[in-house]
């Protein structure tokens, strides 16, 4: 069981450092326009979809690479009389026209991808005038080959780079990038989500399969917390 398959059979809400509060932070300080187009890569359980329509209005497509995920963010929104446009695909080859976006937002996603190859995906299907969001962790300092070992089998994570490799990989793929905030994941109020009332299915806590990965990951926390950061990203495609 994977990671991300546990949070899959949860339906937890807002899996992304810094949780509901984050994503409220970040779009108090982001403009869009009323019934922008906008794409949730990696969407999860969906509950950041529903905040931009309920929001802006927003014409929102939900993509993710597991349709538990994509089922469980349809769910969220019909429940809470939303409209979402969900469409199970990779963030590294989607199957989206040029320019086919307004927004695009990317909580705790390119660092489980190929990160060059989604963040060209993203400036290809992104109009010209947009804007992404992104929300990742980032290393703060020097770390192992275990460390990346162990980051990798825990979380699937496929590299976290630190800020300056943030930025490099953006400025790649034809972004300008504006560091909106920063710091450390452990100086970040805990998401809270792993309440029964925000769980898609609680029962699934009682599986011993699930209990254990939850279990690693909290151990982890606690252990290499402080070295795991965070940043929230605003980019604009590069004028050549
Ligand atoms: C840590 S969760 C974050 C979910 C959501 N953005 C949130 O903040 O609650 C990462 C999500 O990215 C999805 N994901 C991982 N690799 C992906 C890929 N290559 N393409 C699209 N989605 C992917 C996972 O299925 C999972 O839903």
Same mark, same amino acid.
């Given at each position: 069981? &994977?990671?991300?398959?546990?949070?899959?059979?949860?339906? !937890?809400?807002?899996?992304?450092?810094?949780?509901?509060?984050? &994503?409220?932070?970040?779009?108090? +300080?982001?403009?869009?326009?009323?019934?922008?187009?906008?794409?949730?890569?990696?969407? @999860?359980?969906?509950?950041?979809?529903?905040?931009?329509?309920? =929001?802006?209005?927003? *014409?929102?497509?939900?993509?993710?690479?597991?349709?538990?995920?994509?089922?469980?963010?349809?769910?969220?929104?019909?429940?809470?009389?939303?409209?979402?446009?969900?469409?199970?695909?990779?963030?590294?080859?989607?199957?989206?026209?040029?320019?086919?976006?307004?927004?695009?937002?990317?909580?705790?996603?390119?660092?489980?991808?190929?990160?060059?190859?989604?963040? =060209?995906?993203? +400036?290809?299907?992104?109009?010209?005038?947009?804007?992404?969001?992104?929300?990742?962790?980032? &290393? %703060?300092?020097?770390? &192992?080959?275990?460390?990346?070992?162990?980051?990798?089998?825990?979380?699937?994570?496929?590299?976290?780079?630190?800020?300056? @490799?943030?930025?490099?990989?953006?400025?790649?793929?034809?972004?300008?990038?504006?560091? %909106?905030?920063?710091?450390?994941?452990?100086?970040?109020?805990?998401?809270?989500?792993?309440?029964?009332?925000?769980?898609?299915?609680?029962?699934?806590? %009682?599986?011993?399969? !699930? =209990?254990?990965?939850?279990?690693? *990951?909290?151990?982890?926390?606690?252990?290499?917390?402080?070295?795991?950061?965070?940043?929230?990203?605003?980019?604009?495609?590069?004028?050549?």
């Amino acid at each position: 069981m &994977t990671y991300h398959d546990a949070l899959a059979q949860l339906g !937890i809400l807002h899996a992304h450092p810094g949780g509901e509060q984050l &994503t409220t932070w970040w779009m108090d +300080r982001v403009s869009l326009r009323e019934h922008a187009r906008v794409l949730d890569v990696g969407c @999860g359980n969906g509950a950041t979809a529903c905040l931009l329509a309920q =929001r802006w209005d927003a *014409n929102v497509t939900v993509l993710d690479v597991r349709r538990k995920m994509i089922d469980h963010a349809l769910r969220l929104a019909s429940e809470r009389n939303l409209r979402l446009r969900g469409v199970v695909g990779s963030a590294e080859a989607m199957p989206f026209q040029r320019e086919s976006f307004d927004a695009i937002v990317s909580e705790s996603v390119l660092v489980f991808t190929k990160s060059h190859r989604a963040l =060209r995906e993203y +400036r290809r299907v992104m109009e010209e005038s947009g804007v992404v969001i992104a929300v990742e962790m980032m &290393t %703060l300092g020097p770390v &192992t080959d275990a460390w990346r070992r162990e980051v990798r089998n825990l979380y699937g994570a496929q590299y976290v780079p630190d800020l300056s @490799g943030w930025k490099r990989l953006f400025h790649d793929a034809g972004f300008e990038v504006k560091v %909106l905030r920063s710091g450390s994941v452990s100086s970040l109020p805990l998401p809270v989500n792993q309440q029964d009332s925000t769980l898609a299915d609680p029962k699934a806590l %009682l599986d011993p399969q !699930i =209990r254990a990965v939850l279990q690693r *990951n909290a151990q982890w926390m606690d252990e290499h917390g402080k070295e795991m950061g965070y940043g929230v990203f605003e980019l604009r495609c590069r004028r050549t």
